[in-house]
């Protein structure tokens, strides 16, 4: 330890290693994560199955931070196929190389490992990451974020007592290969077993429908206390209805922005969606209580038995929870969801990290310098493949990620064509790039044609929901837009037969996804990306960092991966002594890449600090050392080996047979 604004602290969260490095003098603090991704064997329905897990937990672990820390994630890829994880709301200011999206990042291969690092600049709330290829996220892999205020901004409400992350997901037994070989096949998902939450199977609310034996979320409470729920639907494409039996949910915060504060008896959570509730324990506690999230828009009974249950159980409850669950919303229809939906308001008053578009809060005063339509379609046969599309294009991956593409100026691998309308010619499979102006406030409506709920994410920012609508969106619409309070927020849902419009000023330079959070939609071509290039050198972008992946066109600049990990049996990180040499390693890498890539935020001071920190974290002066020379880390390399072959139907969230990644 040493005296005055530093100090390092690490600690073991079962197996997750978190170091944290604090200096108010030098900069915004670093934690270093450690994280082995790999199939576990686990029975949330009952019946045993694999499902993805970080360290040997699943849902993975938390990341809990706050506003402007620097995040180091070392992600050790134990699947037997690639992986990329993405930080679903993260905004990675000028960063979209962290992305972790195929347009920005190479996979990760089978085996390997890589380092993302990102700053969560200007951020709070509540987000999730998730792996984001091959469906992957099907079998889990999943996990929440937290980026808490920085002490000196308060928050719009009292400090709960407690803070609890509830995951809730549709789940089929089936393997994450499975379903994408139906979905590729044109087959529907069908009735999910089961509706997850926290990775966990229904209690027992009933003999008939949920068999003996089943594991179950239990919530420990204290009565009289007030805890805030971060609930995330993290499924696949199922809209799923949160309530609290007895007890009242007072929203707060929507995915990165405080709302307006009501009370609601029962929250409709679309995929991809976040929220966070407050809720009070200010019942009799003469029993236990239940939490249920079950599938919205559905009424056949085979869909109606399915529910989500945990426990809400009081320190001194008088006994377990018994009878009916909590009724749903009496409607089945979309009319009751998309009131609600609507009622939900940005508190415009609450002091925190929030959009502010053109150094204006006022959204609604600004011009807006592009107009997107995008209308999105069923699944359909293009080229005999069953595909979807957005404004008639179905997105094609290339083998060369776009932002690889665009930084070594490579020709060919996109367009900046995407049509701001459904064009009036066949659908297509193309790679076709909305090029946004940089600075420009861009409204996009989001039409929807299908038969079911969407969900659409943007990838780099907060967009702002002004309006949503049944019927077909016309420039008459704009008249009932909410130019005031819409609330802040990067995925929002569309009904069907209906269109729901955001406003969203592009000021964060890089290459975004604009995608369907419905896994099936996605994964058949529901994907465009925004390229935003900021045309002033001087405040370009962070530049790519050195440990980036490269495949396709690029594959020959990729070197075999000299430090291998060695994966087998290494689900558990026992032995501590390890673990302080990958934190070594970590603390050592994090700092000299940081400090290079992030210069105009270091200051360097020369510091009393002693030179044993070199051991945990680096001095300043250590720092800057590295930045005139940087240190390199001696790699062992085990024997020799051949990068590995990635072969077409391992490598995307894209069906196969593309002719996908075949350059590796
Ligand atoms: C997050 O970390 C803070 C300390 O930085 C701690 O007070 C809080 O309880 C943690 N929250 C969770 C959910 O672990
Ligand atoms: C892989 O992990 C090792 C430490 O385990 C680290 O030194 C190396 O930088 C990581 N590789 C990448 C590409 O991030
Ligand atoms: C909005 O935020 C302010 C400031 O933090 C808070 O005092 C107020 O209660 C909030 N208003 C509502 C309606 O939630
Ligand atoms: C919300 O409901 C709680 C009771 O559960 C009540 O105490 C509180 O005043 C309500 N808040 C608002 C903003 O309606
Ligand atoms: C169930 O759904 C069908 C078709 O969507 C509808 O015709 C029927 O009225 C619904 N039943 C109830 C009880 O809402
Ligand atoms: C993309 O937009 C920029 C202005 O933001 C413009 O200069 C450029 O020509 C456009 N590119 C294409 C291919 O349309
Ligand atoms: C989809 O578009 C067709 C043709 O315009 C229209 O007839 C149909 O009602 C639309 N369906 C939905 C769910 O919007
Ligand atoms: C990798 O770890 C496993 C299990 O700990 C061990 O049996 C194996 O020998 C190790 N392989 C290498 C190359 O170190």
């Known amino acids: 330890m040493v005296s005055g604004s530093s100090y390092f602290q690490a600690s073991f969260f079962f197996f997750v290693l978190g170091c944290l490095v604090s200096d108010s003098l030098a900069g915004d603090p670093y934690v270093f994560y450690d994280w082995t991704v790999s199939y576990l064997t686990t029975s949330p329905l009952g019946d045993k199955q694999q499902v993805i897990g970080i360290n040997g937990q699943f849902p993975g672990p938390i990341l809990n931070i706050t506003t402007n ?8 890829n134990d699947l037997d196929e690639p992986l990329l994880l993405t930080w679903n709301g993260i905004q990675h200011r000028k960063n979209s190389w962290q992305d972790g999206v195929l347009g920005t990042n190479c996979p990760i291969p089978a085996g390997w490992n890589w380092t993302y690092e990102f700053q969560v600049k200007d951020q709070i709330g509540s987000f999730f990451y998730f792996p984001s290829l091959n469906f992957q996220r099907a079998a889990g892999g999943y996990g929440g974020i937290i980026i808490n205020n920085r002490d000196v901004i308060p928050l719009p409400f009292g400090m709960p007592d407690g ?12 393997s994450h290969k499975g379903l994408r070989k139906d979905v590729e096949k044109g087959a529907d998902l069908g009735v999910p077993d089961g509706i997850l939450i926290n990775g966990l199977g229904p209690y027992r609310y009933d003999q008939a429908l949920v068999k003996d034996g089943i594991a179950y979320q239990i919530i420990n409470v204290d009565p009289g206390k007030t805890y805030r729920f971060r609930v995330h639907n993290v499924g696949i494409s199922t809209s799923l209805n949160f309530r609290i039996q007895n007890h009242n949910l007072l929203l707060v915060e929507t995915e990165g922005s405080y709302t307006v504060q009501q009370n609601y008896s029962n929250m409709d959570i679309h995929v991809g969606q976040s929220y966070s509730f407050l809720v009070t324990m200010d019942q009799s506690a003469s029993s236990d209580y239940y939490i249920v999230a079950s599938p919205r828009f559905v009424n056949s009974s085979d869909w109606t038995k399915l529910n989500g249950v945990s426990i809400l159980h009081y320190s001194n409850s008088q006994g377990p929870a018994s009878g009916p669950l909590p009724d749903p919303p009496n409607d089945y229809s979309t009319v009751f969801s998309m009131n609600q939906a609507r009622s939900i308001r940005w508190n415009v008053s609450a002091g925190a990290a929030r959009p502010n578009p053109q150094g204006s809060f006022k959204y609604g005063e600004i011009t807006v ?7 999105n379609r069923p699944a359909e046969l293009i080229d005999g493949k069953h595909r979807t599309t957005l404004n008639g294009i179905s997105y094609l991956p290339p083998s060369t990620p776009l932002k690889l593409a665009q930084q070594f100026k490579i020709p060919g691998v996109y367009k900046l064509d995407f049509p701001n309308k459904l064009m009036n010619r066949p659908p297509k499979l193309d790679t076709s790039l909305i090029n946004g102006t940089f600075k420009g406030f861009m409204e996009i409506i989001f039409q929807n044609n299908d ?81 935003v290039v900021n045309p ?62 992030h210069k105009q935020r270091w200051k360097y001071k020369p510091k009393r600090g002693k030179e044993t920190r070199m051991t945990s974290a680096a001095t300043d ?36 047979n593309l002719d996908l990644w075949s350059g590796f």
């Not at 803070?163 to 089936?174: E, P």
């Not at 310098?369 to 209308?375: A, E, F, K, P, Q």
């Not at 530049?543 to 495949?551: F, G, K, L």
């Not at 062992?636 to 990068?643: E, G, M, V, W």
């Open 69 to 76: 820390w620097n995040v180091v994630v070392n992600v050790k």
């Open 163 to 174: 803070d609890i992350t509830i995951f809730i997901s549709d789940w089929y037994t089936k």
């Open 369 to 375: 310098t592009d107009v997107y339509v995008i209308l």
């Open 451 to 531: 038969t079911t709920v969407q969900s659409y994410h943007l990838d780099g920012y907060a967009f702002f929901v002004v309006g949503m609508d049944f019927g077909v969106w016309t420039e008459n619409s704009r008249g009932t837009y909410n130019k005031w309070d819409g609330v802040a927020r990067s995925t929002t849902q569309v009904f069907p037969g209906a269109w729901t419009a955001i406003l969203v000023s592009l000021d964060n330079a890089g290459i975004w996804n604009l995608r369907a959070q419905n896994l099936d939609s996605w994964y058949l071509g529901q994907e465009a990306y925004v390229s």
């Open 536 to 597: 002033e050198v001087d405040q370009s972008e962070v530049p790519i960092p050195e440990n980036s992946i490269y495949c396709g066109i690029l594959s020959s600049l990729q070197k075999d991966q000299a430090q291998r990990v060695n994966f087998s049996g290494t689900t558990s990180i026992s032995d501590s002594s390890k673990t302080v040499f990958f934190m070594l390693i970590i603390a050592l890498i994090g700092h000299s890449f940081s400090a290079r890539k």
């Open 621 to 656: 002066e250590q720092k800057n050392k590295r930045e005139a020379k940087p240190v390199k880390v001696p790699l062992t390399r085990n024997k020799p080996r051949k990068s590995p072959t990635v072969s077409g139907s391992c490598c995307s969230n894209h069906p196969p």
